[in-house]
């Protein structure tokens, strides 16, 4: 199963497509993360990348583009992949599905996680994030049990560079302007379900599953 996450920036991709991940047992793909790494590590793709997402600007296509190419050819993508924050635009979208069409694959199912802005920032402003294991908190939602340090693995827990407040607003225009837009795209292709991203995190997940086996039995 090929599956895409849509949802503004905090609507809970990341969150959703970790549980996802271990249930379909298919790697999640997140190009946010993968691009973090490539900061963190001082690549030459991350030195190019940083500029734009510190202003919380899409990174250019070519970057990411070629990126997911790369990634969803390699051998854990065999049996499918959930992609969390890509396609971000049409263009995306549109070379995504030649890659995809190139090796006789298509996507199966896109879900929306829908969350309304004034939540969108008052759960991006306090998130904190585990430098290591990736794991989300919020200073005031979800605290860790002890300041600073990650629940699961210990490690540091930090803010991430883009959850300033400006750098939110960014964010939520492009992805009002840029990402919205493929809602129609995937909806005219009868791949679209949108699901209510407020909740408990295992609601929101049955919500998914719920929504991707109703379109499995509708194909
Ligand atoms: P995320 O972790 O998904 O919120 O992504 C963080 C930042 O990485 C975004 O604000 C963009 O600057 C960049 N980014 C992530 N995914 C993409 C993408 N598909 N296209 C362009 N830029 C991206």
């Given at each position: 199963m090929n599956l895409i996450l849509l949802g503004a920036?905090?609507?809970g991709k990341g969150t959703?497509?970790?549980g996802l991940s271990d249930k379909y047992r298919i790697p999640q793909i997140s190009t946010g993360d993968i691009l973090r790494?490539?900061?963190r590590n001082k690549t030459a793709l991350g030195l190019k990348a940083k500029e734009f997402m510190?202003?919380?600007?899409?990174?250019?296509?070519?970057i990411v583009v070629g990126m997911v190419s790369d990634r969803i050819k390699e051998d854990d993508c065999a049996?499918?992949?959930i992609l969390d924050g890509f396609p971000r635009n049409l263009k995306q979208a549109e070379v995504?599905?030649?890659?995809l069409s190139m090796t006789g694959k298509r996507i199966d199912h896109v879900i929306g996680i829908d969350v309304e802005r004034k939540e969108l920032v008052r759960r991006l402003s306090g998130r904190r994030v585990c430098r290591k294991c990736g794991a989300s908190y919020h200073v005031i939602f979800s605290p860790p049990m002890n300041i600073g340090m990650c629940d699961k693995c210990g490690s540091e827990i930090y803010?991430?560079?883009?959850?300033?407040?400006e750098t939110i607003e960014a964010r939520l225009k492009v992805y009002e302007q840029?990402?919205?837009?493929?809602i129609e795209y995937y909806t005219r292709k009868g791949l679209y379900a949108a699901v209510e991203g407020i909740g408990t995190v295992d609601r929101i997940t049955n919500s998914i599953v719920g929504a991707i086996e109703k379109g499995r039995s509708n194909t």
């Open positions: 920036p905090g609507a959703q497509g970790k790494a490539n900061v510190d202003k919380g600007v899409l990174v250019p296509d070519d049996n499918g992949f995504l599905e030649e890659t803010q991430r560079d883009d959850d300033s407040e840029e990402t919205f837009p493929l």
